[in-house]
Every structure is written in structure tokens, then in C-alpha cells.
């Protein structure tokens, strides 16, 4: 005899609480249509994750448990199936991150969060109290626990679970994405969970949530720390895993664990939901974006495409006088492959008229920046109108190491809702846009091996004002993402005027970054969320 336990891996929207009820549901009775005894769903699945100051709602925590028994009673049509479902609880005043396991219309017991994160994205400390709960649950014999996602990252909760007699650990997890991500889960569950002759079930939630990204992902492992069994990548996913009478849990032959994916891949994928979910969960009917005939523009138009569709993405190149005639080609080229609507509308008018406008008042003045960003802050406008005429999201297309530096223009090419790429660096977006044209030819060639430009003055190229990518990409790197200092990025080999300057950009540009339009996080450390450095600020390493 087996237990089955299905893992519901499935993409909740924060606060659409019968959405979400629904969606349980319906995985719930497909697990108990193919036999399972046990469905896990991810962290606070009925209502969204992170929720964030809904949290400091009384009346979301009341719809919440109106919401729970609504289910609650719904489930118990499927007779003896015993789910872990994942709620925010009030108890005696206090606020818990929980999890409760129902079977026949009955709670059975509550596990409440014990390790509360309070780093990176999280905010927990905020809104809940840490308890120090366990609650073992046994069915076919077979003794499972409870743990919610931060609390397997100490050894502390799980032996708790192992002392009350626990086989199997259930682990339900709102677990962000960011490269190598998984690699990481992996190595903390055999460190705190295998460790303890533990095996283990991970279900992770899969979505966006404004910039996060769920991937999913979720697995199983055995005591011994053996992966026996994986779900999908950033895609909805019901699986169901057989354990024996010990609590070891059987790898299915058809089924095997897949392989870990290329960074490539997995960001591209991230890159895709993250689209996907902004655009529709916020009601939008589609997305305009500007072209420029570079690369950044490119890799955004080519994520767009795959998440929405064709029909739901428009295009709009907006030459300037500095505009080469390769981008002209290259924009229609690329709009041609990928079959969006292209229009070009051009600014040489706006701008005679901006000129003449402050003419009096640059008399004498040589041109500089500010000629530079008066085109890029018309053509912001023009989208903008676009936006706002035709209900569409504006996806802006500046990347990392531009946000970094500051090498982009307040109210110009930062003008929009949704920001891709904003923490892919410009090495990386050459990676992924050679990528995408593995998977097809969309992404014209000449737009991969062109010195990039922003095309604000003649003849310009970015390696005019910035060190080369793969200098300025490893320093911010280093001081940004790492949180190394100075001192042990010049002892990496770098040059003191390159990594001064760099640092040096990053600190002077956060009132820009602040302004920026919220985008999808993909790394450890993205601007937003996890960088929090004041504006005003004297000091200097």
C-alpha cells in the first residue's frame, strides 16, 4: 500500500480570494480523481503571496476566513482526501502565517510559522508573529509534518517535526526566483531537512507578483536527499508522488526528475511569466513598446511576444535626426519576423520646436545632455499618449547596468509601467537574446554585433561615456549584487579609475532608480526591494 500525495503547484493572485479558492479546488478534485490522499498547496495560496499591507487589513484577514470556510465545506465533497491549506490566521489578536490541514469538511490541526524572513523581498517581521508549532498528521500509516518555507532554512522546525514522530516533511513555499535558485533550495533542504532522515515534499508557489517571480519548481526528495521527483519551471503544475509504508517516496519511471536548466533558460522563462502576469492580472489589454533597432528593445519585444501574443503587443520606432538607417531597417526587420504592429513616428518636428522654444534661454550654450534628453523625453511622451489613448502598458526597455550608472533619462526612456529587463545586466541580454534565437530566428543578427547606442547625438556609442559591459557589468556585480568593497574589487584586477567610477555612478543615481517603474527581479539582489540606500548621503568609502 502507498500513500499519494499530490503537490498543487499552482499561480494564486494576491487578494482574488474566490479566484483562488477555485483554482484549489479544481487541482484538489484532479488529485482526488487520480487517486491522491494528500494535496499540498503552496504558502498562503487562498490569498496571494506576499500580500504585503493587506496583512494590516482586519477585513482581509475576515474575508480571508470566510474564504477558508467556503472551501473548507466545498472540499468536503471529496471524500478522505486531506488537504494542507494555506491561509493568514487570527488568533487571540495575533497574526500567523498558517497552514491547516481539512479532511471531510473538518480542520484537523493548524501548523502556525515559526522562521519569519525579514531580508532580501520579505517582511514577515511586519505582519505576523513567529510561533513554534508542530503538528503531525498520519495517513495510510505513514506520519507527515508541516513546515512553511523559511522555517526548512534552520535546522530548528524540521527537528521539531522529526521529536513529534514525523516521516515526511510537507513544506508548503512562496519561494521567489533568482538565478540558480534552485541549486540553493536544494543544497538548504539537505543540510536541514535530509540531514534529519527526513523526506521531503517542496510546493512552491509559480507566478508573478509585481516584480517577483514564483517559479515553481517544486520537488520531492527522499531521506537521503535523492531527488526523486520535479515539477515545472514558471508553469502551473499538478504532480502526484506515491510513498511506500516508511515514508520513502517512489520515483515514477515516466516521470523522472528533470534537469536542471541553462540560466538562459530559466531567466528567459522568468522573463515571460513575469510579463504575462503583470499584463493580465492588472486588467491591461496590451503593451506598446519603443523601438529603437537595439538590443534592449529587442529582447523586450521578443519576451513581450511570447507572453501575450502577437495581437496584444504594438511597436513604435520614433527616428530622430541621429537615427542611423540600419535602426530603420533592423526595427522593420524584426517587427516583420515576430508579426507585431509596427508604426514609425517621427520627432525631428517635436524637437525643432523644443529647440526653438528654449532658444533664448541656451543662447551662448553649447549642446550637451540636455539636447540628448529632450529627444529621449519626447519619445516618452509619445508612448505615454499612445498608453493613454489606447489603454495600453508601456514596457520600458532599460537594462541593470544602465540603471546602475544612471545612463538612461528621468521622464524619457524610463517613462513607462513595466520594466523587463531592469535587472538583467547588458551581458546577460545579449546571452538571452542568443538564446531566443535558438528557439527561433526572430531577433535580426545585425542587432547582436552592432556597438550599441542611443543614438542622441551623431555618431555616438555607449562605450563613449561608459568602460565596456563586460568591465562595468563585473564591477556592479561585485559592489552591488556581492556587497564588496572597493578594496576587494581593485584586488580582483580591475582599474582603480574604472571601479571609482562605477561605485562612484551607483551612488549618485538612486534618485533616478527611485523614480523607475517597477520591474522583474531575476537575481539575488535587484535594484527595488532589496537595495535600500538613501538619496542623500555623505558617505564615501
Known sequence: MTVKVAIAQINSTVGDLAGNADKILVACRQAHADGADIVVTPELSLVGYPPEDLLLRPSFYAKSADAFATLTAALAELRGLHVVLCHPLVQERLCYNAASVVCDGAVLGIYRKSALPNDAVFDEKRYFTAAHDTFVFTVGGVAFGINICEDTWYPEPPARARASGAQVLLVPNGSPFHLRKQHLRHEVMLANVSSQGLALVYANLVGGQDELIFD??????????????????????LRIVDFDAGGRPLTDPHRPPEAQRSVEAQAYAALVLGVRDYVRKNGFPGVVIGLSGGVDSALTLAIAVDALGADQVRTVMMPSPYTAEISWVDSRDMAKRIGVRYDEIAINDCFAAFRTTLAGEFAGLAEDTTEENIQARIRGTILMAL????????????????????????????????????????????????????????????????????????????????????????????????????????????RREDVERITRLIKINEYKRRQAPVGIRITHRAFGRDWRYPITSKFRE
Open 387 to 494: 498608453s493613454n489613448k489606447h489603454g495600453l502598458i508601456v514596457l520600458t526597455t532599460g537594462n541593470k547596468s544602465e540603471m546602475a550608472v544612471g545612463y538612461c533619462t528621468l521622464y524619457g526612456d524610463m517613462a513607462g509601467g513595466f520594466a523587463v529587463i531592469k535587472d538583467i545586466a547588458k551581458t546577460l541580454v545579449y546571452r538571452l537574446c542568443a538564446y531566443r534565437n535558438t528557439i527561433s530566428d526572430v531577433i535580426p543578427a545585425r542587432i547582436l554585433t552592432r556597438a550599441p547606442s542611443a543614438e542622441l547625438r551623431p555618431d555616438q556609442t555607449d562605450q563613449d561615456s561608459l568602460p565596456p559591459y563586460e568591465v562595468l557589468d563585473a564591477i556592479m556585480q561585485m559592489y552591488m549584487e556581492e556587497n564588496l568593497g572597493i578594496a576587494d574589487i581593485l584586488d580582483a584586477g580591475f
Open 216 to 237: 515553481g519548481n517544486s520537488f520531492v526528495l527522499d531521506a537521503s536527499g535523492v531527488v526523486c521527483a520535479t515539477l515545472a519551471h514558471c508553469a502551473e503544475d
